[in-house]
């Protein structure tokens, strides 16, 4: 995905094409210390679904969100959309939708695979968490730019924000829950935003509730995951 500005360039002549210099990040330490630091902090993160109703600073909500709109996107179009909600009433609009939409899926969408494999999670159709949770983020895909331009590898593009967005929070602290209700379009109705703006992802965001517990789950194994090709070259001794 060809994202901000397809690749750097030297210093020479770099403001007058239109490049300035990368503000580059230095963590202070080795890469392999400061990844696995990170790597501590995200190990912990678990969806959450019981949370406290403890208030979470609008700044932080708003820091967090910045955090994800730093996010790489198809020609720097950054084509989303973040809509924080902490009202009390349209919170409960938003459940009772949800709820709804829930409910025609555990007793009729849903094949008898797929609510097997929901059964280890404890789910089902009741969502107090998006009432209990002090804030909603909302995030929608935007088809096309405000000003009707062209947008490129939107899933892509907002997929990678989302993610941004669940490590910020976790990283401040703040327990987080991905909801895909389907259909999602109640969102845009209930929030009344334009056509253009197609509901992408619920987070709920909050402190976890006293006593919180998650499903006991085991993540894959490294191995699992990763396939290394470093070829014939030390990388450790760089």
């Given at each position: 995905?060809?994202?901000e500005?397809?690749?750097?360039?030297?210093?020479?002549?770099?403001?007058?094409s239109?490049?300035?210099?990368?503000?580059r990040?230095d963590?202070?330490?080795?890469?392999?210390?400061?990844a696995?630091r990170f790597?501590?902090?995200m190990?912990r993160?678990?969806?959450?679904r019981?949370?406290?109703?403890?208030?979470?600073p609008?700044a932080?909500?708003r820091?967090v969100?910045a955090?994800a709109?730093?996010?790489?996107s198809?020609a720097?179009k950054?084509?989303w959309?973040f809509?924080a909600?902490?009202?009390?009433?349209?919170?409960r609009?938003?459940r009772?939708?949800?709820e709804?939409?829930?409910r025609?899926?555990?007793?009729?969408?849903?094949?008898?695979?797929w609510?097997?494999?929901?059964a280890p999670?404890?789910?089902?159709?009741d969502?107090?968490?998006l009432e209990?949770a002090p804030?909603?983020?909302?995030?929608?895909?935007l088809r096309?730019?405000?000003d009707?331009?062209q947008?490129y590898y939107?899933?892509?593009s907002v997929?990678i924000?989302?993610?941004?967005?669940?490590?910020?929070c976790?990283?401040a602290?703040?327990?987080t829950?991905t909801?895909?209700p389907?259909?999602?379009?109640f969102l845009?109705?209930?929030?009344?935003?334009?056509d253009?703006?197609?509901p992408?992802l619920l987070?709920?965001v909050?402190?976890?509730?006293?006593?919180c517990t998650?499903p006991?789950?085991?993540?894959?194994?490294l191995d699992?995951?990763?396939?290394?090709?470093a070829g014939?070259?030390d990388?450790n001794?760089?």
């Open positions: 995905m060809a994202n500005t397809g690749g750097g360039r030297g210093a020479d002549g770099a403001a007058a239109g490049f300035v210099p990368l503000e990040y963590p202070g330490t080795a890469p392999e210390e400061a696995a790597y501590e902090i190990r993160r678990r969806t959450v019981d949370f406290s109703d403890r208030p979470v609008e932080a909500i820091s969100v955090a709109a730093t996010a790489p198809g720097h950054q084509p959309r809509v909600v902490g009202d009390r009433a349209m919170k609009r938003i009772e939708a949800a709804a939409e829930e025609a899926f555990y007793d009729r969408r849903a094949s008898e695979r609510l097997q494999d929901l999670l404890g789910t089902n159709a969502k107090a968490y209990t804030w909603l983020i909302v995030v929608f895909a096309q730019t405000d009707g331009g947008v939107l899933n892509e997929g924000a989302c993610g941004m967005l669940l490590a910020a976790h990283h602290g703040l327990a829950l909801h895909t389907s259909p999602m379009g845009k109705d209930v929030l009344e935003r334009p253009h703006e197609r992408y987070v709920p909050g402190y976890p509730a006293a006593g998650v006991k789950l085991e993540r894959k194994a699992e995951v990763l396939v290394m090709r014939t070259t990388q001794s760089r």
